[in-house]
């Protein structure tokens, strides 16, 4: 007698049991999708407040690769003397500048397109060391017409970053 209560006790609890074990495992299956229903709101919410700040990076970024052209730089920025030492000096310090004012730029981009931005940068001044170097270059108003010419040249580096920057951008938008 005492097996066929232990029997039929089982008989009743096998069925409490599982149906309270399926009841948790959806509970916890509930409470896991609204989790992530939240995580996906927030994140949405959090992209919407950064993509308007990222989109703002690109473009200072691509001002600052408009800004460090050879050619408009030295239409932009006059001689104050005849020194080509002084002009080149003068060039790269307004390289320098225009390139830390927008420095913090970089969390904003990729590292493939802060690293093309460097490059940009160092083959522009680059370039004007090695038309001052001309010994055909010698005053600044010589070495500002050089700087002009070897631009038109060739490819700019310049563009090329501003090229990629416009792929990266048009990536996620």
Not at 11 to 24: D, E, K, M, R, S
Not at 159 to 171: F, I, P, Q, R, T
């Amino acid at each position: 007698m005492n097996t066929d209560k232990i029997i039929e006790l089982a008989f009743y609890t096998l069925p409490a049991l599982i149906t309270g074990a399926v009841a948790y495992y959806f509970f916890q299956m509930h409470t896991q999708n609204e989790d992530n229903k939240r995580r996906f709101a927030l994140q949405k919410e959090n992209q919407k407040q950064a993509l308007p700040i990222k989109l703002q990076a690109y473009e200072r970024l691509s001002l600052l690769l408009e800004r460090i052209n050879s050619t408009k730089l030295v239409l932009r920025i006059a001689p104050l003397s005849e020194d080509k030492l002084a002009y080149q000096n003068l060039l790269i310090q307004n390289i320098e500048q225009e390139f830390d004012h927008n420095l913090t730029q970089q969390i904003y981009v990729s590292d493939e397109c802060w690293t093309m931005l460097i490059s940009a940068k160092n083959t522009t001044i680059q370039n004007i060391r090695k038309a001052t170097l001309d010994a055909a270059n010698t005053n600044s108003k010589e070495l500002r017409e050089a700087i002009i010419t070897n631009s038109l040249e060739g490819e700019s580096v310049n563009n090329l970053a501003l090229g990629y920057l416009k792929s990266e951008v048009k990536e996620f938008l």
